[in-house]
């Protein structure tokens, strides 16, 4: 055993997702952060879709929600698969 420990590395897809400079850092903080950090990601990602409202009207509204159906559709699929 030796004193000091090396950090683990990341998989290829998680270095490339964090070095997106906005959404990347977002994720890393939640990630890797307290649970505190939950809640300014949650309270970022609110913010950026009310901005996208303000910028774009209505479509800033609806498209981010569309977006998420084919999320949603895939966590029914796992939920329901066990």
Do not use: H, K
Request: hydrophobic share 60%; glycine share 8%.
């Amino acid at each position: 055993m030796t004193a000091l420990e090396m950090p683990r590395r990341l998989p290829l897809w998680q270095r490339l997702f964090f070095a997106v400079p906005l959404f990347g850092w977002m994720a890393r903080d939640a990630a890797n952060g307290t649970a505190q950090d939950w809640y300014y990601t949650a309270a970022a990602i609110i913010s950026m879709w009310g901005c996208s409202t303000l910028l774009f009207g209505l479509p800033g509204l609806y498209i981010p929600a569309v977006m998420m159906v084919p999320v949603m559709f895939l966590i029914l699929i796992l939920i329901s698969r066990g």
